[in-house]
């Protein structure tokens, strides 16, 4: 599933590559994969639009169109974007853009969980639900991060996982976060000492800042708009690598559930509960 460092790799990209394309025409070929908007509407609010910035808002992508129109996308459990040359060069496509430089851009979703809807830019807020700081902004620093767990007793893992809280993460990173804070994914989040929070925050930026480095983490579908995949399972430490040995100390990585996902951690490095 698509978090922060995928979104993120794939919103760089196309800002290199599609801002200033026009998008000629849209073909919905799953109705729900569009959402808020009958196809036939949407189709006819993207045609003819130019794509004048690319951005993103915790998970979600953000294509800015001329007019004042944002094509936003959720790409949840399999979606992607992919630039091709033909309309049928992949399948799952769902939602396929004809662009005014012969390619096209596909959205395939072969789980087809994910949803593209169009918001006004003036009132983009509206198009998500409540969602917390942007973890690699300026202005998320630790105290910001403290304030957003104060109060909350659920489990560390269970809130970071909570876009209202932090905006961006999922099981990859939240993992990976916990792992570099060496904090137990079953702390209670209010009981993190200010040192501990402060740890957490750089283990967020860090493991994040190293997911797009690696164009983010392919183990399932996560391809970049060229149909790479990308390579950060090789740097991950924790994640999905039950039974080997922890990088730091060698004992070897535990898996329990917490919040209904998989948690991975070293149970030396990240001491339990007091
Ligand atoms: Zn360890």
Redesign the pocket.
Known sequence: MPELPEVEHVARQLRADLIGRVIVCAEVLWPRSVEGLAPVEFAGRVAGRRVIDVGRRGKYLLIYLDGGTVLVVHRRMSGNLTFVDAADALPYVRVAFELDDGRWLLYTDPRKFGRLTLAERTHLNAAFPALGPEPLDKSFTPQELAQQLAGRRSPIKAVLLDQSAVAGLGNIYADEALYRAGIHPLRPASTLSTQEVQALHAGIQGALRTGIEHGGTTFGRHRDVYNEAGTNLEHVEVYRRTGQP??????P?QRIVVAQRGTHF?????RGLV
């Open positions: 922890c990088p730091r100390c060698g004992t990585i070293c149970p030396t490095c990240q």
